[in-house]
């Protein structure tokens, strides 16, 4: 991700108010956010070190996950494709009086085509196919206090495994896992003071 001309680096993802990022090249992971839990994303160009550090220079990427309704909205999906293609997804989002929350499930899986193709130079070629499955969820749950203030905590997990060629009849697979959790308290101090 390259917002304003900065390198990848520069740009910040937060899912929910949490930094989310590779541990090893500090880049922004987006790959494995499942788009099935994702209410709105949120960005905002330029540099913005002075509200969120040094990572911020070229912009950020602001991921909010599904959100609590008051009564009770489900929703469910079935996709199905070529290569063996499906995804699966439901979830509700609900709320009675000062609790409410929202929860959502998830799965895709295809048995795709190879990842390599087969003008490969050097013998590497593979003509297996090379499948991908993500399975993922998020849960939000939260209390409002009072009319000023509410406590809330949600959790996004996300795991997919990506198969790849790696030399004739060799496969190798990659692992990935993107997990976020939070616990908030937000509230009014004074009329014009939240926190």
């Known amino acids: 991700v390259y917002i304003r001309g900065m390198r990848a680096q520069s740009t910040l993802l937060l899912v929910d108010g949490v930094p989310m990022g590779d541990v090893d090249f500090n880049l922004p992971s987006m790959s494995n956010i499942p788009l099935d839990s994702i209410d709105r994303v949120e960005i905002v160009r330029g540099p913005l070190s002075s509200l969120y550090g040094s990572q911020a220079m070229g912009g950020v990427i602001q991921v909010f996950t599904r959100q609590a309704r008051e009564g009770f909205s489900p929703n469910a999906s079935a996709t199905i494709g070529s290569n063996q293609f499906y995804q699966l997804s439901g979830g509700a989002a609900f709320g009675q009086g000062p609790f409410n929350g929202a ?50 905590g949600s959790a996004m997990s996300s795991q997919a495994t990506r198969h790849i060629d790696d030399g004739p009849d060799v496969d190798s697979k990659q692992k990935i896992t993107n997990a976020v959790q939070t616990l908030a308290l937000s509230g009014k101090l004074a009329d014009n003071w939240r926190t």
């Open 103 to 152: 929860v959502q499930l998830s799965r895709v899986s295809t048995n795709a085509f190879s990842a390599t193709a087969p003008n490969e130079p050097f013998g590497y070629y593979n003509p297996d196919r090379d499948p991908f499955i993500q399975n993922s969820g998020n849960l939000r749950l939260g209390w409002q206090l009072n009319a000023d203030w509410r406590v809330e």
